[in-house]
């Protein structure tokens, strides 16, 4: 047929390279894509971040054995947007977490905080412990059972 374009996507062969700099995978003719599979996920990421994490931490929840009844469009108000997490979530020790206030219930409408990873993290080693006054009065008679169990300081890490 004479004057009729065939796209270059037409012609091309499949499998071929992808197209993204620097990958070595292959687009596959069911993609439909240019891009392979591992770059296409990267891609949607990128492009739909509050749903990526939505989903990460429903198949997180999943793994560990936990109730997981919150919708996208609860997390995406509460969680993603109306506490900041979208700016700030990441993995320093300032970045912000999803916590669950109550271990036993899961993920479920309510049970939700969102905390630095710091705080988050001194939760799981310190979960009993109403305050800081309360912390700190814990370490000092630890660190003074640990004084009378070795008086010279053996076996402990910086001991004197």
């Known amino acids: 047929m004479k004057g009729f374009n065939v796209s270059k996507r037409a012609k091309t062969k499949y499998p071929h390279k992808c197209a993204t700099k620097h990958c070595r995978g292959l687009a596959t003719k069911s993609s439909h894509s240019n891009k392979c599979s591992k770059c296409r996920g990267r891609q949607w990421r990128k492009n739909h971040p509050a749903k990526a994490h ?17 919708s996208f469009e609860y997390y995406h108000t509460v969680v993603w947007l109306g506490s900041g997490y979208a700016e ?18 899961g993920y479920i409408p309510g049970n939700l905080q969102v905390m630095t990873v710091s705080e ?41």
Do not use: C, M, W
């Open 54 to 70: 939505y989903h990460d931490l429903r198949n997180r929840a999943k793994q560990r054995g936990h109730e997981f009844t919150i």
């Open 88 to 105: 700030k979530h990441g993995k320093t020790k300032e970045s912000l977490s999803v916590d669950r206030i109550k271990n036993h219930l």
């Open 120 to 160: 988050n993290s001194r939760k799981r080693f310190v979960p009993y412990f109403k305050n800081k006054a309360d912390e700190d009065a814990a370490i000092k008679e630890a660190e003074r059972k640990v004084r009378e169990a070795f008086p010279n300081g053996g076996g402990v890490a910086g001991g004197h």
